[in-house]
Nanobody
């Protein structure tokens, strides 16, 4: 199982970024997919999770209304559109998957597989 996140960078507060995650090594549309983030000195935080069909998604309260997760099952890729970014969104963002459901990962973001992460820095 491989997950390769990209699209991070430096952005000013209020700006936007779109993260992408290319995957391989598993049947993409069988599994739910998510993003979690980790800032220095802080615990891992689940950001969002999307169902295998893409018909439903869950978001952390801290990003609700600003971030949108989506997936393209034809391209084996999951995305995270991040708008109205804040300095507290600064972290390394990881895409991830596993055998459990989004309702589990929403509370406990201990996914089975994740990629190398992409750095997002929100600063003026």
């Amino acid at each position: 199982v491989q997950l390769q996140a990209s699209g991070g960078g430096l952005v000013q507060p209020g700006g936007s970024l779109r993260l992408s995650c290319a995957t391989s090594g598993f049947t993409f549309d069988d599994l739910e997919l998510g993003w979690f983030r980790q800032a220095p000195g802080k615990e891992r935080e689940g950001v969002s999770c999307i169902s295998s069909s893409g018909s439903s998604a869950l978001y952390a309260d801290s990003v609700k209304g600003r971030f949108t997760i989506s997936r393209d099952n034809a391209k084996n890729t999951v995305y995270l559109q991040m708008n109205s970014l804040k300095p507290e969104d600064t972290a390394v963002y990881y895409c991830a998957t596993g055998i459990r459901s989004c309702s589990y990962y929403y509370v406990t973001p201990t996914y089975d597989y994740w990629g190398q992460g992409t750095q997002v820095t929100v600063s003026s």
